[in-house]
């Protein structure tokens, strides 16, 4: 059985990325590799409107451990942390890995960010410092406003650094005025991991002290260097050249159809009595977490689907403690894809109404299957 992935990572894949990664392995150093590289900056860039963006092997969590490394660079301590879900606490603990101190405002699980709050947060930070945030919070399923938050930076002249990992491929961005924006190639881009990206300007890294700054890490370098500075892996750089070809090709139809599908999703979710935890008026396209039915735990019920064929999330500690799980919708995934998924769900809860669930029955045993 060829299972359906909703997972947040990895994602389905279309053809093209399948026989992108087929290609053998390149060379790092070859022109060939080099024109390949920078095809996939340019591109990356024409996609989300940065002004350039440096690769990084690595996951997500690489690209925001070059942002903390590069705003200790900056030599400005002091700045604004913004977290409302799993991976604005993250971002906490990575700043204060490379010594910043930033004030952080914290909102409940599904809150979106309250952008009054943050407004006069910003109002105590001298100007030139900072605030960080993530725009699709993926733990949650909440999109925040990035753009509100733009606003509120430039009058205060406050630099912003923002998360976009799992943004980035979902819907439009216009990243040419943040000072420092995070993204991976395995998550709505629809590729393969393993690439960290961090989008900045030039003209203002270039000038930063970097000394203290991890050489792997080094933005600025980064960006000045012809080709990856390291041995850089050829197979998932092949991977997202076939994505972005697919992007040129019908940027709107990628972003609409990402729209489109999460609309579904949450549409279906709410018809099963399973409301997602992010209100609708602020609910990504990407992702959708909700409770887990019934009183199952989240790794019960995601062993259930996975049984039946598709995959979900909920095994990570931070969704499993809070019993909530989460479906995907990221790469080559079709709607007629999750249709499978929620006449399954029907069926499951037809046969274990609310209430009657006796776990020890419906739980298979963990080697089944
Ligand atoms: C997945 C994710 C990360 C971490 O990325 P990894 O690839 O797992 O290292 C960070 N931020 C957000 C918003 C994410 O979705």
């Not at 990243?175 to 190639?185: E, G, I, N, P, Q």
Request: aromatic content about 8%.
């Amino acid at each position: 059985m060829t299972e359906i992935s909703l997972l947040p990572g990895p994602v389905s894949l279309s053809a093209s990325v399948r026989a992108a990664l087929q290609q053998p392995p390149m060379y790092h150093r070859s022109a060939e590799f080099l024109s390949l590289f920078d095809a996939v900056r340019r591109q990356l860039c024409a996609l989300a409107g940065g002004r350039d963006v440096a690769l990084f092997p690595g996951s997500g969590t690489v690209a925001n451990d070059v942002i903390a490394a590069t705003l200790a660079a900056t030599g400005v301590n002091r700045g604004l942390i913004l977290n409302n879900g799993e991976f604005g606490k993250r971002l906490v603990g990575q700043a204060a890995r490379f010594g910043l101190r930033p004030q952080v405002l914290t909102w409940n699980w599904g809150q979106p960010w309250d952008l009054q709050m943050i407004a006069t947060a910003l109002d105590d930070l001298p100007s030139g410092s900072w605030v960080w945030g993530v725009h699709y919070e993926s733990s949650t399923g909440v999109l925040n406003d990035f753009s509100g938050l733009m606003g509120l930076a430039r009058q205060r002249n406050v630099r912003v650094c923002i998360d976009v990992i799992s943004s980035l491929g979902a819907e439009p961005l216009d990243l040419r005025d943040v000072f420092l924006a995070s993204s991976t190639s395995g998550k709505a881009l629809g590729s393969c991991s393993g690439i960290a990206m961090v989008f900045a300007n030039p003209e203002e890294i270039v000038p930063l002290d970097q000394s203290c700054v991890p050489t792997s890490l080094d933005l600025a370098a980064a960006m000045l260097h012809a080709g990856p500075r390291f041995t850089f892996p050829s197979a998932p750089l092949h991977a997202m050249a076939a994505v972005l070809n697919e992007y040129a090709a019908q940027p709107r139809l990628r972003f609409e159809s990402y729209t489109a599908l999460g609309r579904y999703v949450r549409d279906e979710l709410h018809r099963l009595g399973l409301p997602p935890l992010a209100d609708e008026r602020h609910a990504s396209s990407t992702i959708a977490t909700f409770s887990a039915p019934n009183g199952w735990d989240s790794n019960s019920f995601v062993e259930l689907c996975r049984c039946a064929g598709f995959l979900i999330g909920g095994q990570s500690t931070y969704l499993s403690e809070r019993r909530l799980v989460q479906i995907a919708t990221m790469g080559a995934i079709r709607q007629q894809e999750c249709e499978a998924f929620f006449q399954y769900l029907d069926r499951l809860l037809l046969s274990h109404p609310p209430g009657r669930v006796a776990l020890s029955t419906v739980v298979p045993p963990p080697n089944e299957g």
